[in-house]
């Protein structure tokens, strides 16, 4: 069984900051892929950026420059750092561990005011 747990979520106003983290938990095959994705109201779930355990990173296209993804392979967390953040950043957003089966996050509100 493998638990993650995200945290850091919230409102900020439009060109503030947040950084999202993630703790996984279980029994996890030591080559992974973590990775963040966010879904708005509405739209499907999409991936915001992964991180494989040997830090490889693959980002949204949109996403680049703005988001920075990071692990700590010793304790199975990912962080999501997120810059600049727009109104349309708005989602719900859910961490992921991945080996063969997928395991998901119960989701964190990120809002963004402008």
């Known amino acids: 069984q493998v638990q993650l747990v995200e945290s850091g979520g919230g409102l900020v106003q439009s060109g503030g900051s947040l950084r999202l983290s993630c703790a996984a938990s279980?029994?996890?095959?030591?080559?992974?892929?973590m990775g963040w994705y966010r879904q708005a109201p509405g739209k499907r779930r999409d991936l915001v950026a992964s991180i494989t355990s040997g830090g490889q990173t693959n980002y949204a296209d949109s996403l680049k420059g703005r988001f920075t993804i990071s692990r700590d392979n010793a304790k199975n967390t990912v962080t999501l750092q997120m810059n600049s953040l727009k109104p349309e950043d708005t989602a719900v957003y859910y961490c992921?561990?991945?080996?063969?089966?997928?395991?998901w996050g119960q989701g964190t509100q990120v809002t963004v005011s402008s």
């Open positions: 992921n561990i991945r080996w063969g089966p997928t395991y």
């Open positions: 279980g029994t996890i095959f030591s080559s992974n892929i």
